[in-house]
């Protein structure tokens, strides 16, 4: 009874929380099962959330049974979440683990036609990494179609999610969906030899999410990424004519391929220009400076320096009242659910699922008070007005966010300005490092695109 408008909250919640929120692939989702939906699992509880978004039909998951250990718990993930308990050696060191009744459970589960969640990493990992997949998935898929005698038409749906910012409000998410895999294709090499056939199942699997992610060796590679990013991947859709809703994700993986290519092509340069980059970023922090500013133009008419920051100016002047009254109306239970955040968890894959739902609740109930007072004392039986007023309530929270932007933008164009006039010769520099650095990405991109065509 709670479960679809739940999903039908909690899916509206997903486009507001995240300033962009794609999902490349979507046709080849199935509306009916039997299916099972695998995904990396970088965040416990953001990632069910939006898997279970994707799909029209009821789904259920299998969820460690550490989340299931008490009352409470274990009465919502059974149903609120639709969520299977399994026990794993790590959670229960020196016991014996039985878990054939969750298996059994799954496979009459699908037998019914039903959708089913795992997360075959086994745990959740906040790093853009992908852990080995552990066999469980080939074992239910397969062992669901030898019951029936792989009539049963099981698919597994393999989908990569990336996180810009792991996860947090205003950051961005690119759902990659897979081809579908038909279990029944394995129908053969089951029964030549079924433990082979789950190794290569569940290879598959491992390759389908793989190249759906972005993956990174460690936490220096993922920043590089993120800087190679930040510097030249606006230069690069503008020069390569790419939309960035269709193909940033495809751009980013793009970048990691390069890396790891030329990671073993020439290690020493690559190493080299990490240093370079590494450099050039920390010089514009200690200027407390963007480098998007100091952006090559490629047209100096239509980037007059003057002109631009008369509008900025403007902007900040006009929108100031507006700015105020979207804060007025709307930091109450935008701050709040930062706090109830901090108080609940200590885990950065908890804070973002934790902080969208507490925004649900708050979001709700302050604005239906402040609705209230407003009809009571302001508009008095006007629903006109009552309704206005309503509608610019998020309307008026968005701008204050965009507004904020824009002035710390600002301070960053000013304090360019600034440096600009004051000292002229540290701008230079910066510019020239930029130059270098953006000479060296245009090579590589080059021979990556050589590469890449074949030539």
Not at 146 to 152: I, K, M, V, W
Not at 259 to 273: A, G, P, R, S, Y
Not at 300 to 319: H, P, Q, S
Request: net charge negative.
């Amino acid at each position: 009874m709670l479960y679809k408008p739940l999903k039908f909250i909690f899916s509206t919640a997903l486009h507001l929380f995240f300033k962009e929120y794609k999902v490349i692939n979507k046709t080849e989702i199935p509306t009916t099962g039997p299916l099972i939906l695998v995904s990396n699992h970088p965040s416990s509880f953001m990632d069910p959330i939006i898997l279970a978004s994707l799909v029209q039909q009821e789904v259920h998951f299998i969820a460690k049974g550490t989340l299931f250990n008490s009352v409470a718990k274990d009465w919502i993930m059974r149903n609120i979440m639709k969520a299977i308990p399994i026990y794993r050696k790590v959670d229960n060191p020196g016991k014996k683990l039985d878990n054939d009744g969750v298996f059994e459970q799954c496979f009459k589960f699908l037998e019914e036609k039903g959708t089913l969640i795992i997360f075959p990493e086994g745990t959740s990992i906040i790093d853009r990494k992908l852990q080995d997949i552990k066999t469980g998935t080939a074992r239910i898929a397969l062992g669901a179609e030898a019951r029936n005698d792989f009539e049963l038409g099981v698919k597994i749906l393999s989908v990569g999610i990336n996180y810009s910012d792991a996860p947090s409000f205003q950051s961005d998410v690119w759902i990659n969906v897979e081809e579908l895999i038909h279990v029944k294709d394995y129908r053969m090499q089951y029964h030549e030899d079924d433990r082979n056939a789950v190794r290569e199942l569940t290879d598959k699997i491992q390759s389908n999410l793989e190249k759906n992610l972005i993956i990174t060796e460690d936490e220096q590679e993922d920043q590089f990424i993120k800087n190679v990013e930040a510097i030249y991947k606006n230069e690069l859709m503008s020069e390569l004519k790419l939309d960035p809703q269709l193909h940033s994700f495809n751009l980013t993986k793009g970048i990691e391929e390069a890396i790891d290519h030329f990671e073993e092509l020439d290690k020493t340069w690559l190493e080299n220009l990490k240093q370079k980059v590494a450099d050039y970023t920390r010089r514009l922090e200690n200027y407390e400076l963007k480098d998007e500013f100091l952006a090559r133009k490629k047209d100096n008419k239509k980037n007059n320096v003057f002109t631009d920051t008369i509008f900025r100016i403007l902007y900040i002047i006009m929108g100031f009242p507006f700015y105020v009254y979207g804060l007025i109306t709307n930091y109450i239970p935008y701050f709040l659910p930062s706090k109830i955040a901090t108080s609940l968890t200590d885990f950065v894959e908890y804070d973002g699922p934790v902080k969208m739902t507490a925004g649900i609740f708050t979001f709700a109930t302050y604005y239906a008070f402040i609705i209230y007072l407003f009809e009571k004392f302001i508009s008095q039986g006007n629903w006109w007005w009552t309704n206005l007023f309503t509608i610019s309530l998020p309307i008026a929270g968005f701008f204050a966010l965009h507004y904020v932007q824009r002035f710390r933008n600002f301070k960053t164009h000013s304090k360019l300005l600034s440096l600009f006039y004051k000292e002229p010769d540290i701008v230079g520099e910066l510019m020239l490092e930029r130059k270098t650095i953006i000479k060296e990405f245009d090579w590589a991109k080059e021979e990556w695109l050589k590469l890449s065509e074949g030539v």
